[in-house]
């Protein structure tokens, strides 16, 4: 199986940076604005400061029915975790700690880490080595561009299947910047060449207008299924970045379900629901001393890994070793696996998680380094993701975003047989397993 020196995985990200740090035109190390605050009267596209951004088209928001799952970890002080130059056990670790007591979530690494290449792109000093330290690598843009290439490439093609779906994965940045912030033109360029990002002035004074061309943009690119990624921001708000990611696939061997047939499925408490699973047979089978596995493959050519422990009651990710999963993969086995239908959302704040995972000083107006954005002090304020996933017999659809805000200072023959039923709480994965990339990471415990 290859292996990369990034192991990403994917929703939306955007990067709100506000004015006005320390010098520079920025606030005061007592939090006064200095009188002398920075203007630009033309940005790194060329666009005039003032000029209004391009327009969007408007976009309706879902009205399909999910299970919105809220975060419990934004104010709980999270121990510091040592982090390793291995990104995807980094990615595990941090979704252990973000997914926390939630019955389901979904978390994307690839998301997160196109928002967090996105600033690294901008840091410089400590901030930048923390960064690069989280990334596992000193030059994400250079991963990112390849990597995007890959999917547009390999993963996207219009099929004949007879029920319409499309067969894309799609990855999406941009960088929205407030039109009095002096931006540096280097840092919109590779933006817009390393990460394909749209670069746009906006003028986040009117903030009904700035808010409805942002979240326009997000559910436009997650195809409505995040119709808001930004409810409000800061009055200090210098720019937004934002990476969205958007799948969907029909499954490559179908899945039969039968309504009126119900299956128990088993509860963390060891109380049990009546509800009705999918069935398929399929010849991917993974196994280590902590799981089971199995892969079922999609249309565009990535695949679902559905995991069950081989301990009942709660997990973590981290105890089910994913790496020797993996790396366990093997076709010599007819197996017949169960899971349920999967339809829920996950909102879930960041800040907190990424500070005790070494990215600290980013946070801190005093030791953030950002200035390969702007001259312009500035600090990271807030991180959210925000996922959706809608898994039925027919295929899947899961979408992303990830936003990040700163203010200024700154399955042939008979063979032997293998079972995997996904009747209690389990673990799955939506993965690249040409590039070792995780797309997706999941937990169910109560579908």
Not at 355 to 371: E, M, N, P, T, W
Request: proline residues 4%; glycine residues 6%.
């Amino acid at each position: 199986m290859k292996k990369r020196i990034i192991s990403a995985f994917a929703f939306l990200l955007a990067v709100a940076m506000l004015t006005g740090c320390s010098d520079n035109g920025g606030s005061t190390a007592n939090g006064e604005q200095s009188s002398d605050s920075s203007t630009s009267s033309t940005d790194s596209t060329g666009l005039q400061s003032g000029s209004e951004p391009e327009s969007l088209s408007s976009t309706e928001s879902s009205s399909q029915s999910t299970v919105e799952v809220g975060s419990s970890v934004e104010n709980v002080d999270i121990p510091p975790v040592e982090i390793t130059a291995d990104n995807m056990l980094t990615s595990v670790k941090l979704f252990d700690v973000i997914s926390g007591d939630k019955e389901n979530s979904m978390f994307s690494p690839l998301s997160l880490n196109m928002a967090l290449g996105l600033l690294a792109e901008g840091a410089g000093g400590a901030s930048k080595e923390a960064l690069d330290k989280y990334l596992g690598t000193d030059n994400y843009s250079d991963f990112a561009n390849g990597y995007m290439q890959i999917v547009e490439s390999r993963y996207n093609y219009v099929s004949d299947y007879s029920d319409g779906w499309k067969n894309v994965f799609e990855i999406a940045n941009s960088f929205w910047a407030n039109k009095n912030l002096p931006f540096k033109e280097d840092y919109g360029n590779t933006l817009a060449e390393k990460f394909k990002a749209e670069v746009r002035n906006l003028d986040f004074a009117d903030k009904e207008k700035a808010l409805s061309e942002i979240n326009g943009w997000v559910s436009d690119k997650t195809h409505r299924m995040i119709p808001k990624a930004l409810d409000d921001y800061s009055d200090d708000i210098a720019a937004v970045l934002i990476n969205t990611i958007y799948f969907e696939s029909a499954w490559r061997d179908e899945w039969s379900i039968y309504e009126n047939m119900t299956q128990p499925f088993t509860l963390p408490d060891g109380s049990a629901k009546e509800i009705p699973l999918m069935h398929n047979v399929v010849n991917n089978y993974y196994e280590n001393d902590a799981a089971t596995a199995f892969g079922c493959g999609y249309l565009n050519g990535l695949e679902f890994i559905g995991i069950l422990p081989k301990e009942t009651g709660g997990f973590t990710i981290e105890s089910l070793d994913i790496p020797s999963l993996l790396e366990s993969e093997c076709y010599q086995y007819d197996v017949s696996v169960s899971m349920p239908r999967l339809n829920f959302e996950t909102d879930i704040p960041l800040t907190n998680a990424l500070k005790a995972f070494g990215l600290s000083d980013i946070f801190d107006r005093y030791k953030a380094d950002l200035s390969g954005i702007s001259d312009v002090p500035m600090f990271v304020s807030d991180v959210l993701q925000k996922t959706k996933l809608e898994l039925d017999e027919n295929g899947t659809k899961a979408a992303a975003a990830t936003v990040i805000t700163a203010d200024t200072c700154a399955m042939p023959e008979e063979r032997e047989k293998r079972e995997v039923t996904l009747d209690r709480p389990f673990a799955f994965m939506i993965y690249d397993s040409t590039e070792n990339q995780i797309v997706f990471l999941g937990k169910v415990t109560n579908p």
